[in-house]
């Protein structure tokens, strides 16, 4: 492995260092059209994907398991930059408590709407906590649900903290991004049937059956789901709930709902 090592960054000073603590906020994220995937499982759903991977930063002091020189190799193979970092440094670039010595830099990809789609679809809508959203995506992965469409997306899905709460699953995921009235008329022209998750819904969702091609709207917790939903053709859905509780997390209302819905 030692090789293929490019450089060393044991210094605070390190302009490439510095580079990384930008991308800590969003605007630089934006700006350098780039954002980073830390963590083991993060970034071998990411090696795996069709991102164009820029530079990938290990710190072997902070490696956890046994499988941390095979994932390297997939970096090298790709002919991807590799970087070896000092332990303060790398404390300082990570996102965690306890980071596991791998974090890289990706080329970040807008997906615009595909014309045809088919299968069941998630709809995150105006969702706003990253965890909420990483949480959605992944277990939308466990459930069979690769389409997703985020509804005038508020957080941006490749913002950190959504890759570590998806486990890097959103990598290998159909994600595109629209406006709430491009994506009603994407799913009306393939002939979807929309199916709103909401506590004042018409219809529980236990026992719902729905059609093949359905699409689950999940609004965020605090405004729930945007009114042009409500302008569209739809099946309003209801979790039953008991003891006065009228709001559930989003993310665990999504659970619930993909779990009946596929099941």
Known sequence: MNNSINKYIESLNNPEYKFLISLKKNRNRKSENKSIAEGYRENSNLIDSSLNVDTLYICPELFVGENNEKLIRKFENKNIRIVQVALKVFKEIS???????????????????PKTISGPILIPDQIEKPG????????????????????????????????????????????????????ISLLEANDYQVLLLDPEGDESLEGFIPNQNFALVVGAEQYGISDNWFNSNYTSLFIRSTNNVDSINASTAAAIAMWELTK
Do not use: W
Request: negative net charge; glycine residues 8%; without cysteine.
């Open 95 to 113: 996102y965690r408590d306890k980071p596991d010595g791998i974090i890289s830099i990706f080329d970040v990809n807008k997906n615009k709407l």
């Open 132 to 183: 909420n959203l990483g949480t959605m995506i992944r277990t939308s992965k466990s459930f069979g649900i690769n389409n997703i469409l985020l509804s005038d997306e508020i957080t941006d899905v490749y913002n950190p903290n959504v890759i570590r709460a998806s486990i890097g699953h959103l990598f290998n995921s159909n994600i595109s991004s629209g406006s709430n009235d491009e994506i």
